[in-house]
């Protein structure tokens, strides 16, 4: 059974390796937050954001 964890943006509970939380250095977020942020990748002019996203996503 894998560990739950938060979603950083909606909090909303996710269940994640440790491995990917290790990579990720905790930076998690669940499917829709991820989903979100691929579709803004038009409207990114959001430098935290933007910063953000690059940490989660790779
Ligand atoms: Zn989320």
Request: include cysteine; charged fraction near 35%.
């Amino acid at each position: 059974m894998s560990p739950i964890f938060k979603c950083l943006l909606c909090r909303k509970d996710i269940e994640r390796s440790k491995k990917t939380f290790w990579v990720k250095k905790g930076h998690l977020l669940c499917s829709t937050c991820l989903d979100n942020m691929d579709s803004d990748k038009k409207t990114g002019d959001n430098e935290n954001f933007g910063k953000f996203r690059s940490i989660c996503i790779n």
